[in-house]
């Protein structure tokens, strides 16, 4: 997917780049508190003069305590993944509309893919997502054995 020129031209101004991680506690606790510690942090902000690119990583169906919630029931997780994404999103001031990329990782793609892909579209539609992201599916072992789905995904926002 190329990168619009418009967006060039901004990256190509900047004159630093900042960094700081993405959060949002109500939701989803950092992977640090996990009762099994992980390092990474849930996203990344970096600022390219008005340029934001905002990386999630990946993304499950986990509350707020660090708990694998809608254990065994595909569409759940998918629904839990999307909107903890969208709360990351949100802590940004960025929106599902300013997404250009998922990387989406499921346990299983041969029996849950057709699944995931009406997930997927129904929660677009109801976005009104145009374009829809760039995006690609990877049959993945996730980090715990309950989950069946995970995302990643980026989103670019040039700031006036």
């Not at 901004?10 to 939701?27: D, G, H, M, Y």
């Not at 694998?68 to 903890?84: E, L, P, T, W």
């Not at 001031?93 to 029996?111: H, M, P, Q, Y």
């Not at 976005?127 to 995904?153: F, T, Y």
Request: net charge negative; glycine share 6%.
């Amino acid at each position: 997917m190329a990168i619009p020129q418009d967006i060039l031209t901004e990256l190509a101004k900047a004159t630093s780049i900042s960094k700081r991680a993405v959060s949002n506690p109500a939701v989803l606790n950092e992977a640090f508190e996990y009762a099994k510690p992980s390092s990474f942090s849930r996203g990344l902000r970096l600022e390219f003069g008005n340029v934001l690119v905002i990386l999630i990583s990946g993304t499950a169906s986990i509350d707020e305590r660090g708990v694998s919630i809608h254990i065994g029931d595909f569409r759940a997780q998918c629904k839990r993944v999307f909107s903890n994404i969208e709360a990351l999103l949100a802590e940004e001031g960025a929106t599902w509309n300013d997404v250009v990329k998922t990387s989406c990782f499921l346990r299983d793609i041969e029996r849950d893919y057709e699944a995931f892909n009406e997930e997927r579209t129904a929660f677009y539609k109801s976005k009104g997502l145009d374009p829809l992201p760039a995006s690609i599916g990877i049959q993945a072992i996730l980090c715990r054995p309950e989950l069946l789905v995970e995302i990643e995904a980026m989103a670019v926002v040039v700031r006036g």
